[in-house]
């Protein structure tokens, strides 16, 4: 595999240099640490479960960001910060399928919630379509490696986390929007 | 050249109808050590903050008047090129580190200035003695103290190899010793490698011990500034600003108000040692004549 | 589940050795080899193999009970369900309507069972010998955009941080008589608002000082910037990433161009 060259001669004067074209340092580190919030929260504040391990409420994270921030923040952040979860916890084989669950949850809700002026109504749909490909997500990726019956048996928990999940998501986003709006804008 | 030159400063932030400073004007020479007190809100952070283009680049809003770094007006200068002249160290320690080791932490901005890697390795492990933290390379920066994070923090500037070291409220979360250590660390980067220092403090212990000078401010205006002894004097004053005054200047007011012709003025213990034995030898003398 | 769990301990074995590149290479050939196997002699074999990796690699035995519990469960969960739902194929051992239960289905479900178990372990020796650091810096050497791969480290940073202001607030909220894990649907919900305003406003206020911070550091500064550390392949990496390919192409070949069932 090729090395990075590094043999550039004027190193001390990045003007003399093309700027990169990176997204902007505000970008990287709201998606950091929007990612980072979804992994934490689907980490620690979970509720034991027999079948799979854990109930969580990371699906909250996943519709704060997409209702806040967009469907880009929504679709990233949530897919990469739920799979990240999932790699920590020793489910790094199900990461791929949390990846594509969670990620199109954030994209679809992303895209609906803040439709219209982002209306309650709106989010609550948003919520629905959202949660409804998170759901078939996993009930067809459970289908294929675990079999019918274990994903049948999740479907319920599934849409009870979602559910959960998504009101958790709705008030947050909601509170935040409220604070974010008061904040002075100054330093 | 000044390090830092402001005339008639005025700064507004977007959005907001105050403004952040309100006609400030101060130099900062190359190689002084320099503290900014004032309480939340004076605009020291601002100052700061405008030393590398962060404001008005990063967080706009109106700027006039004169505001140079090292002759470069911050306006048509880019953060990334100011700063190589200009390392910023900010208040919240955990929140500035963002890499996963130490060792990227410093070496991250020579990296992003093309810097060659050899190079790199060499101004990290250079740049992690200066601040006492050599050994450190793999660690977290989670892992680490508050005081080491700032000091970490203090070598991801100096690999830059700036000219100046800014700081805001860089002891604000740290521990006594943290805060001991830190300030040792930029005293020595101020006597042995003629680094420009300014920081901004609410709390004037470690001004009146460091600082070649010292500036009051409130509400957005530089209400004096000149050489910590000359400025720090007045405890209620420092007080009514919203600044801790040195412990000791409380004792020297103390003193010249409860103890009849000492007339005290000492900010720091060096100096109060003096001044009192000198009085009271003083009179001991005279007492046996 | 509280506070942060990092899989990763730091050991000099040939496997914490390995290019991370290879490693994931591997993971994904791995995967691949237990995903086209059916036969349950085949996949313990694979099994039997993934547990002799994963001791030499070294993990504490802590971190890899907590690992394999979760799997367990599935695996557990796999072994009763299957036969239930797949009661095809002769001999029949039990039938008592609707409940069918025949012996290729209890056969399956062990398979099944087993192959999770293999997914799982795959994964494990990626997460288990690699380091967070050495997973990024892998995945940019891949391809990943820089910009995204900073993005990525700088969200596993944060993660014990963010987790550590969770459980503080989670703790000041039940000072103040919160109780996170009593009364209804509704009330939990609540309750779990008011854990999580606070968190998110701090973090966006962090948000903003790491975008400072790294516009401070020059970040963007120039396209073509250079890297401290750089990820080399060695002789042996080579060799290892052969191996990994080759676990996956061999078997892969006898079974879609010579059809023999695996």
């Known amino acids: ?187 | 050249m000044q390090a830092l030159h402001l005339r008639d400063a005025r700064f507004r932030y977007k959005g907001s109808t105050a403004w952040a400073l309100d006609g400030v004007s101060l130099d900062v020479e190359k190689g002084e050590f320099v503290t900014i007190l004032g309480a939340n809100g004076s605009g020291k952070s601002t100052i700061c903050l405008m030393s590398n283009g962060l404001v008005p680049h990063a967080l706009p809003g109106d700027l006039e008047g004169t505001a140079e770094v090292f002759g470069l007006d911050v306006r048509s200068h880019p953060v990334t090129e100011l700063a190589t002249k200009v390392g910023i160290i900010f208040q919240e320690p955990e929140s500035q580190l963002f890499c996963m080791s130490v060792e990227e932490e410093v070496a991250f901005g020579p990296e992003n200035l093309a810097v060659p890697s050899d190079e790199i390795r060499e101004r990290v492990e250079w740049a992690l003695e200066l601040v006492g933290m050599e050994g450190y390379n793999d660690r977290s920066p989670f892992s680490l103290s508050g005081g080491q994070k700032q000091r970490v923090a203090i070598a991801a500037a100096l690999s830059m190899r700036p000219d100046m070291l800014v700081l805001d409220e860089p002891a604000y979360a740290l521990d006594p010793v943290g805060r001991v250590e830190l300030y040792q660390v930029l005293k020595g980067l101020k006597e042995h490698h003629g680094m420009t220092v300014l920081l901004a403090e609410c709390d004037s212990e470690e001004a009146a011990k460091y600082s070649d000078k010292v500036a009051l401010m409130k509400d957005g205006r530089v209400i004096s500034y000149g050489k910590p002894r000359d400025v720090l004097g007045d405890p209620e004053r420092l007080r009514a600003l919203g600044v801790t005054p040195p412990q000791v200047s409380e004792v020297s007011a103390l003193l010249k108000e409860r103890l009849e012709g000492a007339d005290f003025s000492f900010i720091s213990v060096d100096e109060a040692e003096r001044a009192i034995n000198e009085k009271f030898t003083n009179r001991k003398r005279g007492r046996e004549q | 589940m509280t506070g942060f769990i990092d899989l990763y301990t730091e050991a000099g074995t040939f496997l914490h050795r390995t290019d991370p590149r290879v490693k994931i290479v591997a993971v994904a050939t791995l995967s691949l080899l237990a995903l086209i196997m059916s036969n349950l002699v085949n996949l313990l074999v694979l099994a039997a193999v993934m547990v002799v990796l994963i001791l030499f690699g070294r993990a504490s035995f802590k971190k890899t009970m907590l690992a394999f519990s979760y799997v367990f469960r599935v695996m557990a969960l796999i072994v009763v369900l299957w036969p239930l739902f797949n009661p095809g194929g002769t001999p029949v051992l039990f039938d008592l309507w609707p409940i069918k239960i025949t012996e290729p289905g209890i056969l399956a479900g062990i398979a099944t069972a087993v192959r999770i178990f293999c997914l799982a372990a795959a994964w494990y020796l990626l997460m288990f010998t690699t380091s967070q650091r050495d997973l990024v810096r892998g995945l940019v050497k891949m391809g990943l955009r820089f910009d995204f791969g900073l993005s990525l480290a700088m969200s596993l940073r944060f993660l014990p941080t963010f987790s550590a202001i969770v459980e503080s607030i989670k703790e000041a909220q039940r000072a103040r008589g919160l109780e996170l894990d009593k009364g209804n649907f509704r009330k939990r919900a609540k309750d779990y608002v008011a854990v999580l305003v606070p968190t998110v406003i701090t973090a966006l206020k962090m948000a903003d000082t790491l975008s400072l911070a790294l516009q401070s550091r020059a970040y963007g500064a120039r396209a073509d910037r250079t890297y401290v550390r750089e990820l080399k392949m060695r002789a042996g990496d080579y060799v290892a990433l052969f191996i990994a390919v080759a676990v996956f192409a061999i078997p892969a070949t006898v079974k879609y161009i010579f059809s023999v069932p695996l």
């Open chain 1, 1 to 187: 595999m090729a090395s990075v060259s590094m043999e550039s001669q004027t190193p001390q004067n990045p003007m003399g240099a093309t700027p990169a074209k990176f997204v902007s340092p505000r970008t990287v580190a709201l998606y950091a640490v929007l990612t980072a919030l979804t992994t934490a929260v689907t980490m620690t504040l979970a509720i034991p479960l027999p079948t799979r391990g854990y109930f969580n409420i990371g699906d909250a994270m996943v519709f704060f960001s997409a209702f806040t921030f967009g469907w880009r923040a929504g679709m990233i952040c949530g897919g990469i910060g739920s799979a990240a979860a999932d790699l920590l916890l020793g489910f790094g084989f199900f990461a791929p399928i949390t990846l594509v669950a969670k990620g199109s949850e954030g994209l679809v809700a992303g895209l609906l919630g803040p439709a219209y002026r982002g209306t309650t109504r709106m989010k609550i749909l948003g919520i629905w379509a959202g949660g409804s490909c998170m759901v078939t997500t996993y009930f067809v990726g459970e289908w294929i490696l675990f079999g019918f019956g274990n994903a049948a048996l999740e479907l319920p928990l599934n849409v009870g986390q979602v559910l959960f999940g998504g009101l958790i998501g709705l008030a947050l986003s909601q509170a935040i929007s409220r604070y974010r709006n008061q904040r002075p804008k100054t330093t």
